[in-house]
């Protein structure tokens, strides 16, 4: 499907990023990078060679019936350099594992990911607040990060407590490696939030169950990873 481009970034300038920068639409139309279908439209931008960054924006204004193609699309926003990147994913799913890959929310070069499914902006609150209050730097967790994305991803109508029983173990096996409860809690927190933010509701409800395991809020103490 295609979607109105300047409705979409309209929707983008009107978050309340709180203490992250906030965006305008025109600084949206003049240094978006795109890419897949869409990066065509990079050719009015002067982008350095070496970084792949914009230099000198667009001078053209935004057509306001201008339509960009996708259902998935990822708006990444790194503010020190600066730069702002739109681009399309094929699934929700891809979505959410591009949201908690590498570059995603856990990196603290990352200052925002906005995700935009059909034409739309979800409530962006919980994922914000994620992002202005974590105060550690998890992405040196990436192998347990991409362990537990493997179990939660893998959920289908049948395996839920299995799965759950995976996670657990996966914590307590980097519990053993020295990761501490505190950092435990926020990276399967922040994996939440993605599946919350996009309605993974499924997926939302095991992340749960492991976040219990962690923090001891189930009456069986036997099943506390962290005593």
């Not at 991409?146 to 839920?160: A, K, P, Y």
């Not at 809690?185 to 939030?193: D, F, Q, S, T």
């Amino acid at each position: 499907m295609k979607y109105n481009l300047l409705s979409i970034f309209k929707d983008i300038a009107q978050i309340d990023l709180g203490e992250l920068s906030p965006f305008g639409v025109d600084e949206l139309w003049e240094w978006t990078l795109f890419n897949r279908k869409s990066s065509y439209l990079n050719e009015t931008l002067n982008i350095h060679e070496w970084s792949g960054v914009p230099v000198e924006g667009r001078s053209t204004p935004l057509d306001q019936n201008m339509e960009i193609e996708g259902d998935y699309l990822l708006l990444d926003y790194i503010g020190h350099q600066p730069s702002i990147n739109l681009r399309h994913l094929d699934t929700l799913m891809e979505l959410a594992i591009e949201m908690l890959a590498p570059g995603g929310i856990f990196n603290v070069f990352t200052t925002i990911q906005i995700p935009v499914i059909k034409g739309r902006i979800p409530d962006m609150r919980a994922l914000i607040m994620y992002k202005e209050t974590d105060p550690d730097t998890i992405e040196s967790e990436r192998f347990f990060i991409d362990e537990l994305q493997t179990i939660f991803t893998g959920l289908n109508q049948s395996n839920f407590n299995s799965l759950v029983s995976k996670a657990r173990e996966c914590v307590i096996k980097y519990k053993e490696n020295g990761l501490e409860k505190d950092k435990a809690y926020n990276i399967v927190h922040g994996i939440k939030i993605v599946y919350q933010t996009l309605d993974f509701n499924d997926i939302e409800d095991l992340v749960d169950e492991v976040l219990d395991h962690i923090s001891g809020y189930i009456g069986n103490k036997e099943l506390w990873i962290y005593k």
